[in-house]
């Protein structure tokens, strides 16, 4: 994740990305709040955009190379 130019982190502009197309893949923490990240889950089945699952919102935040826990992260399109 840390490898990607361009990505999202956090729900509001993970969110953004996907109601605008410009994402490829979005990641969310096996241990996120449901209610907080079924939304973005909703438009991205349909969007067909693939929604892989991680361990924990702690390692998703070491993942896009920030110091605190993360819910919600994008890879977007260049």
């Given at each position: 994740?840390?490898?990607?130019?361009?990505?999202?982190?956090?729900?509001?502009?993970?969110?953004?990305?996907?109601?605008?197309?410009?994402?490829?893949?979005?990641?969310?923490a096996q241990n996120a709040d449901q209610r907080v990240v079924q939304p973005v889950v909703e438009i991205c089945k349909n969007k067909?955009?693939?929604?892989?699952?991680?361990?924990?919102?702690?390692?998703?935040?070491?993942?896009?190379?920030?110091?605190?826990?993360?819910?919600?992260?994008?890879?977007?399109?260049?």
């Amino acid at each position: 994740m840390d490898t990607a130019s361009q990505k999202t982190v956090g729900l509001k502009q993970t969110l953004k990305a996907v109601e605008k197309n410009q994402v490829k893949i979005v990641y969310i923490a096996q241990n996120a709040d449901q209610r907080v990240v079924q939304p973005v889950v909703e438009i991205c089945k349909n969007k067909n955009i693939p929604v892989v699952q991680v361990e924990s919102m702690k390692s998703l935040g070491r993942a896009c190379s920030i110091d605190v826990e993360c819910a919600v992260a994008s890879v977007v399109e260049e």
